[in-house]
């Protein structure tokens, strides 16, 4: 059996990785269209969903919630029992509880995703692509000028990443990279 390396104690180094490269991209896109981006802090429009999330994000997720100081983690907790379709890591100013380490479907959101041909219903297409799929966007953004090509990243790309992290991590300790883990069930997890 090969020695764990003490810095990668947690496992989550390539998932880091995979985050680094995403947030990357967002942020020079954000740093070229600042002015064409509404999502900030406090907006909420893309967190009124119910998320369920795979191994390595769970772990992730998890790790960020023990790290709260106890009267967020106690606030987090309680939001648990609400309902309405609002993230449970969604606080009152709306802001997220455990920003930092947001699953990547939060880190892209709102941002211009590609996607393949026929995933996107036709109404939600805010760029057409042609062979290479369509791309869409909150409304909130792009609203003067639609993004460029350099603008657009590839969801399905970020997906098939993710996949293989996932499949690495999960197959490291025994869990099924299929499992999803609802973020309600890890707020309300001790």
């Known amino acids: 059996m090969e020695a764990q390396d003490p810095r990668n104690a947690d496992g989550l180094d390539e998932y880091r990785a995979a985050v680094a490269r995403v947030d990357a991209f967002v942020d020079a896109v954000a740093a070229r269209r600042a002015d064409d981006l509404r999502c900030r802090a406090g ?15 769970a772990a992730s997720v998890r790790a960020a ?10 606030a987090v907790r309680a939001r648990v029992a609400e309902r309405g ?18 699953p990547l ?14 995933f996107v219903p ?4 805010g760029l057409d ?13 792009f ?19 993710l996949a293989v992290v996932n499949q690495r991590f999960a197959a490291a300790r025994g869990l099924d990279p299929l499992d999803r883990v609802a973020l309600r069930a890890l707020a309300g997890a001790e």
């Not at 907006?43 to 994000?57: D, F, G, T």
């Open 122 to 125: 036709q109404e939600a297409i």
């Open 143 to 161: 609203a003067e000028r639609p993004p460029a090509a350099a603008d657009v990243l590839d969801a399905e790309r970020i997906d098939r990443l």
């Open 43 to 57: 907006c909420e429009a893309c967190c009124h969903v119910e998320l369920a999330v795979a191994p390595v994000e």
């Open 129 to 141: 692509l042609g062979p290479q799929g369509a791309a869409t966007w909150c409304p909130l953004n």
């Open 85 to 102: 379709g609002r993230c449970v890591m969604l606080e009152v100013d709306g802001r997220c509880a455990i920003y930092d380490a947001r």
């Open 65 to 74: 919630l023990g790290a709260l100081p106890g009267e967020r983690r106690a």
């Open 105 to 118: 479907v939060c880190r892209t959101q709102g941002h211009a995703l590609r996607y393949p041909p026929g």
